[in-house]
C-alpha cells in the first residue's frame, strides 16, 4: 500500500524532532509529532505567496483549487430572529421574543433585517459578498430534526440515501487513493461528507488532534507499530474498517496544522453557548490554518449545535449568533490576511426554520421554512432570494419556497461541478452564482 | 464457540469487561448461569449497591460546581469498573444514551442524580412505568421543556420526543398527536427555589380531553398508557435494546423478540434474558465499541487507576463523555469512533492506560513476557488477536519502552482488535 509507505517514511523522518511537553490533567504528555505539524504549517506559509483579491479561482497557493465550507447549525435554527421580516405579523407571532427594531442591522436593498449579533456581517452584505436564501427546505421537510437532517446531509428528498451531497461531490472528483484531506469535518463528523470511496479526516478538537505517548517512550517505534496493526485487512468487514481508519489518521495527524485554543478538556459543564462544544470562532480559525496549509483541501464542515431554542431562547439565540458572527468575521480577516479570500465559498445549513408562533417557554417550537446564508466572491451578494412570508403560513409554520438544492447547487458549481448529477437533477441557481 | 468465547462475548457486551481471573470463574459458571447473574444479580445472591453518587448540596458557584461534576464523573465511571451488577449498569447506560438528558442542558446535580438512579433503578423494570416516571422527573422536565410548558402555550419539546425516541419511532405518529401529547403534559413544573422539588399546578395544565394516537388522553398517565399500548412500541423499544447489545440481528429475531417482549407486558428483564440468550445463541453482528465501554474494559483488564480530570480529558479527546450526548438523539453511531479524532485520541489513551498500570499487573506481566495469546485472554479475546496484531506485537522492540511490557501494552488496547466486541 502506497499510502502505508509514505506514512512511514514521513513518521520516521520525524523521529529526529525534539518532544514538546504539555501537561494534561496531571500527566505529562510528549507531543512528538506536534513538531513535524508545525513544520509543515511553515512550509505552507512559506510556499502562499499570493495577495491576490481579484476574480475568485485564480489563487496561486499550492494547490490552486476552490474550497468550500459548511456551517452546519444543527437544532434549527430560527429564521425569522436572525433575518427579521419587515412585516407587523412579526411583533404579533413573537410577544416575548421580537427583537427590538432599534437594534436590528439594516441590510442594504432589502427590508430585511439582520439579528443585533450579526453586526459583523453587515459589510459582506455591503461589499456584495454575502446573500441570504429565505423560505428554504426540501420536499417533505420534516419537522424531526433526524429526519430532516438526513434529508439535507443527503440532499435526496424522499428516500433514504447512504452517501451524502458532499460526499457524492468528492467520490465523483477522486482521482487515484482516498486522500484524507481532502475533506475535513471539523467540531465533530458530517454525515454529508460520507461517500462510497471518500473517508473524510474528522478533526473534534484542533487543540488535541495528536498521537500523544510519554516522553520516554520511543513515539515513532510504537506509532509505527500501531500502522502495523492495519494489515494485513482482516476477513470482516468491521475489523478491516476499524483498521482502515488508522493509517489515513496518521496521515492527517502528521500533515494538520493544530490551532490550538484554550479549550478545557475537563470541564464538566460547558460554558460557551454551545453543548459543551468548541466555539466557532476556534473551528474556523482551524479551517483558515488548514486552507494556509495547502494540503489539497477541497471542503470543509465545520459542525455547531445548540440552535434547538425551545426555551429561554433570546439569550441563547444571542450567544449562538454572536459566536457565528464573530467566528465568520474573524475568518473572513484570516482568509484576507492570508491571500486566500478568493478561493473561499461558505454556505450555513440547518435542518429546519422554527416555528412563527413562539410557545409558553420563550422559546419555539420546530418549524419546517427555513434560511441559508452564502458568502464569498462566488456569490451575487446584497441580495435576499425567496422570502420569510408571516402572511401565508402553512399550519403555522413559514412556506417552504425555495429548495436547499438551488444552494448546494450554487456551492457544488464554485467547486467546478459536476453539479446536477450529484443533486438529481438541474436546480435554479437563484441568479445567486457570480459569473 | 467455546464456552468461554460465549461468556468472553456476553462479558464484552454486557458486562463491559472483566477483571483477571473472572472468565476462567465464569467459564466455570456455564453460560445459562452468567447470563441469569447478569440480568437478575438479586436471584443469584449478588447484594443491590447502593447509589454510588454523593448528594451534593447546590452551591452556585462554578468553580465548586465543576468540582462536584467532575467528582459525580469519576464516582461513575469507577462504579462502572468496581461493580459486582455490570449488566444493571449497561442497561442505565444504554438508558442515559436512549433519553440523553445532558449534563450541559441541565446543569442541577442533585436532580441529575436523582435521574441517573432513577434509570439504574428501573432500567430493568417495566418498560411502561419507567416512561412514566421519566416523563414527571426533574432532569426531563428541565431537559426538554415540560416544566415551562403550559396550557396556553404548550411547549411541543418533550411531546415530540416522547413519540419519536423514546416509544414508537418516526412514521408511527402525526404531528396532531404531537400537539396533542403537549397539551396533556402540561402542568408540571419544577421548582427551582424550593431545590428543584417536581409538582404538579393544576391551572398551567389544560385537561381538556384530546385525541391522541386514537385514544382520549388529558394527563400523563394516559398519555403514556396510549404510546406503549400502540403496536409499535414493543418492536420499536425492543428493536433498540437488541441492536445495542447485538448489532444487526436478523428482521425474524427482531420480530420475535418484539412479540415477546408484548407478551410479557413490556417487562424489561425479560427482554433482557431474551437479547443476551439470543446474543449467546450466536444472533450478533460484530460492533465498535464506543469510548466509555472501550475504557472501562480496559480498566477492569488492567487495573489502572487514572486521577478523575485526566480520565474525563481521555474521554473528551476520544468523543464521549458520561453526561454528556450531543444531542437529543443520544450518543452518535459507531462509524465515529472510527472517525480520525477518536483513532488519535484511543492510541493517547492506551498508553496513559498502560502508563498506569501496577508493574505486577497480570496485564503487564503477560505484555513484558510475550505472552500475546495470555494478553488477548485478558482482554477477553480467547481466540487470539488478529493477525496484522499479533505481527505487530511480536515485531515490536522490547526497548520501546522504559518499563517492559508498558509499550505492548498500549498498542494491544490500542489495535483494532479491542474496538471490536
Not at chain 1, 431554542?309 to 492570508?338: K, P, Y
Amino acid at each position: 500500500m502506497s499510502n502505508q509507505s509514505l506514512s512511514r517514511r514521513r513518521f520516521i523522518g520525524a523521529a529526529g524532532a525534539t518532544a514538546g511537553v504539555v501537561a494534561v490533567g496531571g500527566g505529562i504528555w510528549a507531543t512528538t509529532l506536534r513538531d513535524s505539524v508545525e513544520q509543515s504549517v511553515l512550509e505552507g506559509i512559506g510556499s502562499t505567496t499570493s495577495t491576490t483579491t481579484t476574480a475568485a479561482g485564480t489563487g496561486a497557493a499550492p494547490y490552486g483549487d476552490r474550497i468550500l465550507v459548511v456551517l452546519e447549525m444543527a437544532g434549527g435554527n430560527d429564521a425569522i430572529n436572525t433575518l427579521v421580516p419587515a412585516s407587523g405579523l412579526y411583533n404579533d407571532a413573537r410577544r416575548e421574543l421580537a427583537l427590538p427594531a432599534n437594534e436590528l442591522v439594516t441590510l442594504s436593498g432589502t427590508d430585511y433585517r439582520l439579528h443585533p449579533a450579526l453586526t459583523t456581517l453587515a459589510p459582506y452584505w455591503d461589499d456584495g459578498s454575502m446573500a441570504a436564501v429565505a423560505g428554504v427546505g426540501l420536499v417533505d421537510q420534516s419537522r424531526s430534526h433526524f429526519k430532516a437532517m438526513d434529508t439535507w446531509w443527503s440532499g435526496i428528498p424522499g428516500a433514504p440515501s447512504r452517501t451524502g451531497w458532499l460526499g457524492r461531490w468528492l467520490d465523483a472528483t477522486l482521482e487515484g487513493p482516498n486522500d484524507p484531506l481532502r475533506a475535513i469535518a471539523l467540531g465533530g463528523g458530517s454525515p454529508a461528507l460520507v461517500g462510497d470511496k471518500t473517508l473524510a479526516t474528522v478533526v473534534r478538537n484542533p487543540a488535541n488532534f495528536s498521537l500523544r505517548t510519554f516522553p520516554d517512550m520511543d513515539a515513532d517505534t510504537l506509532i509505527n507499530a500501531f500502522l502495523d496493526t492495519a494489515e494485513p485487512l482482516a476477513q470482516t468487514p468491521e475489523l478491516a474498517a476499524a483498521q482502515a481508519a488508522i493509517p489515513s489518521t496518521l496521515e492527517a495527524v502528521e500533515l494538520l496544522a493544530t490551532v490550538s485554543g484554550d479549550i478545557d478538556e475537563t470541564a464538566v459543564f460547558g460554558s460557551g453557548p454551545q453543548r459543551g462544544g468548541e466555539s466557532v470562532t476556534d473551528l474556523l480559525q482551524t479551517a483558515a490554518g488548514i486552507i494556509n496549509l495547502g494540503v489539497g483541501t477541497r471542503v470543509m464542515t465545520v459542525g455547531i449545535s445548540g440552535f434547538d431554542t425551545h426555551a429561554d431562547q433570546l439569550s441563547r439565540h444571542h450567544d449562538l449568533l454572536n459566536d457565528v458572527g464573530a467566528g465568520l468575521a474573524g475568518f473572513f480577516e484570516r482568509l484576507a490576511a492570508d491571500g486566500h479570500l478568493d478561493k473561499v465559498m461558505v454556505v450555513t445549513t440547518s435542518e429546519f426554520g422554527r416555528r412563527i408562533q413562539e410557545n409558553g417557554s420563550f422559546g419555539t417550537d420546530h418549524g419546517t421554512g427555513g434560511l441559508q446564508f452564502i458568502f464569498g466572491p462566488g456569490v451575487v451578494g446584497g441580495q435576499v432570494a425567496g422570502e420569510l412570508d408571516l402572511a401565508n403560513p402553512v399550519n403555522g409554520d413559514l412556506p417552504v419556497v425555495l429548495d436547499t438544492r438551488s444552494v448546494y447547487s450554487i456551492a457544488l458549481d464554485w467547486l467546478g461541478g459536476p453539479t446536477d448529477e450529484i443533486l438529481g437533477g438541474p436546480h435554479d441557481r437563484l441568479g445567486l452564482l457570480a459569473a | 464457540m467455546t464456552t468461554r468465547e460465549d461468556i468472553a462475548f456476553l462479558a464484552r457486551r454486557a458486562a463491559w469487561g472483566l477483571a483477571p481471573g473472572e472468565l476462567d470463574a465464569l467459564e466455570a459458571l456455564g453460560t445459562t448461569a452468567y447470563i441469569d447473574a447478569l440480568v437478575d444479580p438479586d436471584g443469584a445472591g449478588i447484594e443491590a449497591e447502593p447509589s454510588p453518587w454523593v448528594d451534593f448540596e447546590y452551591v452556585d458557584e462554578q468553580e465548586v460546581r465543576q468540582q462536584q461534576g467532575l467528582e459525580t464523573l469519576d464516582r461513575w465511571t469507577t462504579h462502572l469498573v468496581e461493580t459486582k451488577r455490570p449488566f444493571e449498569n449497561a442497561m442505565a447506560w444504554f438508558w442515559h444514551d436512549h433519553f440523553a438528558v445532558s449534563f450541559q442542558v441541565v446543569q442541577y446535580l442533585p436532580t441529575l442524580i436523582d435521574h441517573l438512579d432513577l434509570i439504574r433503578d428501573q432500567g430493568l423494570g417495566d418498560f411502561r412505568e419507567l416512561i412514566r416516571s421519566i416523563s414527571v422527573d426533574g432532569a426531563m422536565l428541565v431537559f426538554l421543556d415540560g416544566a415551562t410548558s403550559t396550557g396556553d402555550a404548550p411547549n411541543e419539546n418533550y411531546g415530540r420526543e416522547l413519540l419519536e425516541l423514546y416509544t414508537l419511532g418516526i412514521g408511527n405518529y402525526t404531528e396532531d398527536d404531537v400537539q396533542a401529547a403537549a397539551v396533556a403534559l402540561t402542568g408540571w413544573v419544577v421548582r427551582r427555589r424550593l431545590g428543584w422539588e417536581v409538582q404538579f399546578v393544576p391551572r398551567r395544565h389544560d385537561s381538556s380531553p384530546q385525541s391522541f394516537l386514537g385514544k382520549t388522553v388529558n394527563d400523563v398517565e394516559s398519555v403514556v398508557d396510549a404510546a406503549c399500548s400502540h403496536t409499535a412500541c414493543a418492536g420499536f423499544a425492543s428493536g433498540k435494546v437488541a441492536r445495542f447489545f447485538l448489532g444487526n440481528p436478523s428482521d425474524s429475531v427482531l420480530n420475535d423478540m418484539a412479540e415477546r417482549f408484548a407478551a410479557a407486558e413490556l417487562d424489561l428483564s425479560a427482554l433482557a434474558r431474551d437479547v443476551l440468550e439470543a446474543g449467546a445463541a450466536g444472533e450478533s453482528t460484530p460492533l465498535v465499541v464506543a469510548p466509555v465501554p472501550w475504557f472501562i474494559g480496559a480498566l477492569k483488564a488492567t487495573g489502572a487507576l487514572i486521577e478523575p480530570r485526566a480520565q474525563i480529558g481521555l474521554l473528551r479527546a476520544m468523543g464521549q463523555v458520561p453526561g454528556s450526548p450531543p444531542n437529543v438523539g443520544g450518543f452518535p453511531g459507531a462509524s465515529t469512533w472510527l472517525a480520525s479524532s477518536s483513532t488519535a485520541a484511543r492510541f493517547g489513551a492506551a498508553n496513559v492506560i498502560a502508563r498506569s498500570t501496577a508493574d505486577d499487573a497480570a496485564a503487564i506481566t503477560l505484555a513484558a513476557d510475550g505472552e500475546w495469546d495470555g494478553l488477548a485472554d485478558l482482554l477477553l479475546r480467547p481466540s487470539g488477536f488478529s493477525a496484522a496484531t499479533l505481527a505487530a506485537l511480536r515485531d515490536l522492540p522490547a526497548n520501546v519502552s522504559t518499563r517492559r511490557g508498558e509499550g505492548a501494552l498500549a498498542l494491544a488496547l490500542a489495535s483494532p482488535d479491542l474496538l471490536i466486541v
